[in-house]
Antibody, heavy 119, light 108 residues
Framework: QVTLKESGPGILQPSQTLSLTCTFSGFSLSTYGMGVGWIRQPSGKGLEWLANIWWDDDKYYNSSLKNRLTISKDTSNNQAFLKITNVDTADTATYYC???????????WGQGVMVTVSS | DIQMTQSPASLSASLEEIVTITCQASQDIGNWLAWYQQKPGKSPQLLIHSATNLADGIPSRFSGSRSGTQYSLKISRLQVEDTGIYYCLQRYSNPPWTFGGGTKVELK
């Protein structure tokens, strides 16, 4: 059974760094072809892809966030991480992590974690 | 970047009616397209992958098709539980992966 769960700070101030953790089970990020992605969704708006990390440590980012993103993984502890530097109120959203599996797209999603950026 | 233009933005249909949602890709993306359903307060659920393949556990009234760079999601007989917002996702370009803008499906 594949499960993912996001965790984060809840609220942070502008200019701070947002650190998110995705803890998963039911698959391994060391398995060929597996990946984990991060997606966010401001309240009442659509989905925005942020970054993917793959079993071989390949990483891909949404360039619209202008080098503010860093994705990483801890394979032995079944975790993936996302950092967003210099946050602004526009980064207020629900953040999801999702598995990239045999269907070559996001096939399992976490429940999401709400993040609010406010002074 | 590849743009995904999803239409309509919203629709209202009756029970058992046929519903079709489309995503137009700005360039060739092959079959690298997925469809998701999102209900209020929930995370998206995969419906269709590789443009036409039904995901595990998804009812057969959902189907996906492709004509060139236009992709369609069809619900053959709309049910109450099918209300929600539907999104397409292209993963041909790597990066970025791109979602469509979403289609809100309501019952008339």
């Amino acid at each position: 059974q594949v499960t993912l769960k996001e965790s984060g700070p809840g609220i942070l101030q502008p200019s701070q760094t947002l650190s998110l953790t995705c803890t998963f089970s039911g698959f391994s990020l060391s398995t060929y072809g597996m990946g984990v992605g991060w997606i966010r969704q401001p309240s009442g708006k659509g989905l925005e892809w942020l970054a993917n990390i793959w079993w071989d440590d390949d990483k891909y980012y949404n360039s619209s966030l202008k080098n503010r993103l860093t994705i990483s993984k801890d394979t032995s502890n079944n975790q993936a991480f996302l950092k967003i530097t210099n946050v602004d109120t526009a980064d207020t959203a629900t953040y999801y992590c999702a598995r990239i599996g045999g269907a070559h797209c996001f096939d399992y999603w976490g429940q999401g974690v709400m993040v609010t950026v406010s002074s | 970047d590849i743009q995904m233009t999803q239409s309509p933005a919203s629709l209202s249909a009756s029970l058992e009616e046929i519903v079709t949602i489309t995503c137009q890709a700005s360039q060739d993306i092959g079959n690298w397209l997925a469809w998701y359903q999102q209900k209020p307060g929930k995370s998206p659920q995969l419906l269709i992958h590789s443009a036409t393949n039904l995901a595990d556990g998804i009812p057969s009234r959902f189907s996906g098709s492709r004509s060139g760079t236009q992709y369609s999601l069809k619900i053959s007989r709309l049910q109450v539980e099918d209300t929600g917002i539907y999104y397409c996702l292209q993963r041909y370009s790597n990066p970025p992966w791109t979602f469509g803008g979403g289609t809100k499906v309501e019952l008339k």
